[in-house]
């Protein structure tokens, strides 16, 4: 049996690089393809993603920097860059928009969304430049391994080996 749900909503936007670090989607700027955003429903309303809140789906950008989240029911959500591909590797989050709410500005993440019913939100909008144009301090990261000397310093001469699929949190 099949039904259709004319009061179903969506929220969608775009990921670019914004070249001119002002927080604004400008004509000519690249569109940031392949970065994934997830979408949480925000339970309490209180604009952060809690322990308790589902993840209702993840989306990741088409060749335009475009993404959409269909089907949705009225209520309050959350949008948040997760970019589990690494794409932003390079990049960023810019500065935000001047215009906080409209489309085309860079929006805080996670981004609140109250979407009302057979409504769509195309507000959801995140700017990203690359790393050394942006002002960030620089990178944290190294190496994780098996430690055979006990010298506390990777020397894979006395044996130390690389250990790969290790999760770093920050």
Request: no cysteine.
């Amino acid at each position: 049996f099949g039904y259709n749900r004319p009061d179903l909503s969506a929220i969608g936007g775009t990921v670019w690089h914004d070249i001119t670090d002002d927080g604004v989607l400008a004509a000519g700027e690249p569109r940031l393809p392949g970065v994934s955003v997830d979408l949480y429903v925000d339970l309490n309303g209180n604009g952060v993603v809690n322990p308790d809140e589902p993840l209702v789906a993840t989306d990741t950008t088409d060749t335009d920097g475009d993404y959409l989240f269909s089907g949705l029911p009225a209520g309050i959500y959350l949008v948040l860059v997760s970019d589990t591909q690494n794409t932003l590797d390079d990049y960023g989050p810019t500065q935000l928009g001047p215009q906080p709410g409209m489309d085309n500005n860079n929006q805080a993440q996670p981004y609140k969304v109250t979407l009302a019913v057979n409504t769509t939100n195309t507000t959801a909008d995140f700017g990203y430049m690359l790393e050394g144009t942006v002002g960030l301090e620089g990178i944290i990261g190294n190496q994780v391994w098996y430690e055979e000397d006990g010298n506390g310093l990777y020397n894979p001469d006395s044996g130390d080996t690389g250990i790969a699929g290790i999760t770093v949190a920050l």
